[in-house]
């Protein structure tokens, strides 16, 4: 049975509980990219190591697949770049 003692108690433990949760999701923040940093990431994604290469390594391979008969005529396949996040859709 819930005593009154044990109410009070988690009531208590509970609302230090949250304050000190509510403490703790402050220690992270989201801040803009500096401009050199951006500059650089796109100059190393619009080479030639960067989207087309991942591009034509995913294509090759995704074309193995359809010739094994793995995957079907029409297939696609979403990679995502490691260095920026884009999200590239590769068919064959």
């Keep these: 049975m819930l005593t009154r003692r044990d109410l009070l108690n988690g009531t208590l433990l509970g609302g230090t509980a949250l ?16 401009a050199d940093v951006a500059a650089a990431y796109a100059l190393r994604c619009s080479t030639t190591l960067g989207h087309g290469q991942l591009i034509q390594t995913t294509k090759t391979a995704l074309d193995a697949q359809i010739a094994k008969g793995l995957k079907p005529v029409g297939a696609q396949e979403i990679v995502v770049c490691p260095i920026c996040g884009c999200k590239i859709v590769v068919s064959a």
Excluded: K, Q, V, Y
């Excluded at 304050?19 to 500096?34: D, K, N, Q, V």
């Design 19 to 34: 304050l000190a949760g509510t403490a703790a999701a402050r220690a992270f923040s989201i801040e803009p990219m500096p």
